[in-house]
């Protein structure tokens, strides 16, 4: 394999960056050049809704500098991404139709939880004792511009992941306009800050041992010079800045002055998680949204292998939300292996992939979570739980997706109402009417939840996906509940389910 | 207690400093060890050194004294009390100038068979025959004489400019009373100022101006001239640009370059013995008086020497000319990367030859694996091989970034010129940044290689002009160093106008960081010291005029810290004051070439570290510029340059060593090996590559033979 060269280019809400990465079979993956440059668009976005014709034009002018640089690298592959300002503007598509014009690049607009994974997988790769420190408790903590994200480990598996809608530029402008009539900022700001952090505690964090906190993103590396402190140093190095002007710590630390007042805030976030938690080790990857970038490239292309499993976090994930809502667990089991294997088996007449396999299993481990809420209305329940539910590594389309499998699990599905919701396309509505065939025909199998389909052999033979089950119990419900949700997958698949059972005595 | 090392009374006020340096220059046209064609030179110099110390140091202080600016300098001193300080050094460095051409050089010249005629009433008669001929074929078309009357203003005089001033009366009016008029001429830049006239024994010149004064009659016709004098003018020269009005910085210098033709008129040179009247009228006309007038004992703008001692036939009376050496490093390998990828290689021009820097671009600009080029520039000869380089790689498809200093003082109209060529040719130029000049020397070439993206850079103390490499002495470093790669794609993304990165690896920058490492450096020696051990610095700079350096350097002392500074031009420390700097020796060094490099010794308990850079201890290097301060790592590198520097502390031939009051002497060399550094550095280098490379291609088999007894 030749030296590959690929940039990842981060339109953030303060900050446009580009960092160029080199990928050489002989040596580690390796950061080129990185360019920063401060543009405010976040303040367009959040002060007036969208972002002015003069922002967009001067972002245009830095993305074709970045497009010069990576001409000048011969780089081969990149991925530009945009963050909440772009996500949030309400004239995003013609940011994106602008730039494609004006520079050739291609911007995509990342969710809070596609975000939020690359900020994961950076910190994955990219800290070299990552796999060590997830074996105790550990939270990864991301304190953005108006929101911290919060993601919790339990043996190994990132299980849970929550936003809380209170980041460093919020609380600062918060700030802001009490200043003047208090001496106590850093007081008010752990109020603020408080009120949120027991709602997380008394639902997330309950009586979990988290003894590491990895802190993402932001010049706190160069405010704690190592890359991993105890919590009695991080105490020292707070008590030392928080009574400092921004200005001071800008010049005392050698950090951009605009980043400095944005630090204080953090440091008190910081401070606030790190009693709540009890964590007693606070580690600093200092990698950002473009190292993720780069780390899911590579994964992707092969061009690294990692330690961590990421589909398994998605997994655990699902399964805690699962367990919250007290799904049947041995059900859930049971109707994973089953609809698992039809879905391996179809892989030559149903076109669909890995990914897809992996939304197909979420679906079956959410489907019956709606009925916490309302048991003759679960789906629709099911629906709306999986909607607000963030779910790390699934971006909102795929998680929408999931929901609408779910639903249309018991539902009669319609196009016209698929289509009208935000970011689905007729793709979309294909794929969730394959993955809905194939969870219907495997809860159909399961209808008493009794697991009576245990050993079972999936076959396609003579046109007809045959299921063979090895049982001697009655599967009389199952066999005379089958034929519509049959009927249903195979106008989907044009291939007949049928159940042939093979009776032990 | 804590002393106080900021105390006025320890520093000496730079342009004072300043004077004291080009006495030293003046000085070595004084000494009879030079050769004597080389004392003219020296002459010349120490003439254009004050051209440009008006223009610049004595017109801002005329701006401040202007504007009522009473803030004083380092030395207490404020700009009113600096300014009749200086003027009255520089009347008299300017009669011993004088002095020296009348009293010691024209004597010495015309023994050596030259003979400058001074007055052309001493020409002979052939002579004045051969002048006047050569006034009227080739003078005479090009003056512009003009005249002041109640009609037509006083004309506009430019810079710099030699000009004849005379007194008319017009004459066949004689009922009337007749009030002389003023009338000037231009001694055209254009023609050649010395002229050689026809000599029956041995040679002759004379000087344009006595030419044209001989034949003044014939510019006006119908007067009578009654005196004719030669003057000179200097005016206020410093550019004010105001860059965050500017918005395009390219335009605003040109106007700026316009605008130097009016200043205020800062000083009047005016030959000695000038007819009264004639005088008064300038002194009105110029709004000039005092020591602002320099009466001028000999001919005005001695910067015609340089000239004369281009004249041929004198090489006996001329320093041989050196021819800088090979790189030992890169003789036996082509490839300049493959030879910087083996080590780092330290160059010290000009006793090396600077071709591998003009072959690093050149060769990058043709390597099919280079990505792309970038450097900074500031101050480039005329036909520079490195702006053509550049312009060839941009055309190869490299991507060559170029960082033009517009800003460099007296060079700007040079800039603008190749930016543009720069430009056309597909460079991406950058103008530099708002409100810093750049100054730092760094050149990187980033390469595409089988394993992936090396970085070669080239880090200099000196600038990017292959003729002045000739002249100064100055290092650059040759390196492909992964941390310091990354340091200047950082310096360039700075540069460009992105973000400074988090951190740097090696390199310590101007104007943000560089200062504060300084301190850290000077002040590691002085702990060291105060806990007992050896402490030690060298530093070896152009200038040294920074209070806060300064006052490190006492504190330094004051602890025990052995300080050896060699500065060549400006120093405001004071040497041997009792408590404060008895540790601290300063020592000058003005030879042949022009001392340039900065270069940085910190002794560190032992793990001696050492630098080189782009800076100066000068508030402007450490707070307004971009430099760049670069350590040598390389054990083999960094005892080359702690070679030089030990060469250089045991000069005894051109260094002077600064005394507690203030005076500059050069070393008793009573019994005392002679040792020129600049002379070593030109043999050794000659040495370093006459070993023969391959002795099976010589052409003569010697015969071994027995040792030679002693």
Redesign the interface.
Known sequence: MAVKMFAAIDVGSYEVGMKIFEFSPRREMKQIDSVCCRLGLGKDTYNTGKISVKKIEELCAILNDFVRIMNGYKVSAYRACATSSVREARNHLLILEQIKRTTGLSLEILDNSEQRFLDYKSIAFGEKNFYKIIQNGTAIVDVGSGSIQISLFDNDKLVTTQNIRMGNLRIREKMADLVRNTLHIEAMAEELINNELASFKKMYLKDRQVKNLIVAGDYILELLKKPMVETGEFRVTYDAIIGKRPEEIARDYGIPSESASLILPSMTIYKRLIEEMGAEQIWMPGLSLSDGIAYDYAQKNKLIRAEHNFEDDIVAAARIVAKRYQSNKSHIRNLESLALSIFDKLKKISGLDARQRLLLQIAVILHGCGKYINLSDGAECSYSIIMATEIIGLSNRERRIIANVVKYNTFEISYEDILEQPGLTEKDFMLIMKLTAILRVANALDRSHKQKFSEVRILVKDGELQIHVDTSEDITLEKGLFPPKADYFEEVFHIRPVIRQKKTL | MEADFTKPEYYRNREDSWISFNERVLGEARDKNTPLFERLKFLSITSSNFDEFFMIRVASLKDMVNVGYTKKDIAGMTATEQLALILKRVQEVVSLQYSTYNRSILPALKQQGLEVVTRHEDMTEAQKKYADRYFEENVYPVLTPMAMDSSRPFPLIRNKTLNIGALILKQGDGKKEATAEFATVQVPSVLPRIIELPCESGRAVILLEEVIERNIGKLFLNYKVLCAHPYRIMRNADLTIDEDEAADLLKEIQKQLKKRQWGEVIRLEVEEGMDKQLLKILKKEFNIRGDDIFRINGPLDLTFLMKMYGLDGFDKLKNKPYTPQPVPALMDQDDIFAAIREHDILLHHPYMTFDPVVNFVKQAARDPEV??IKQTLYRVSGNSPIIAALAQAAENGK?VSVLVELKARFDEENNIVWAKMLEKAGC?VIYGLVGLKTHSKITLV?R?E????RRYVHLGTGNYNDSTAKLYTDCGLLTCSESIGEDA??VF?ML????????WNKLSLAP??LRDRFYELIGRETEHALAGGQAHIVAKMNSLCDKEIIAKLYEASAAGVKIDLIIRGICCLKTGIPGVSENITVRSIVGNFLEHARIFYFHNNGQPEVYMGSADWMPRNLDKRVEILFPLENERIREEALHILSIQMEDNVKAHILQPDGSYEKIDKRGKVLLCAQDFFCKEAVERVAVPKDPVHDRVFVPAEPAAEE
């Open positions: 990505l792309a991507q991406h980033v595409k089988e394993d992936g993206i794609t950082a993304n460009s106008g992105y973000s400074e990165p988090k951190h943000i960081w």
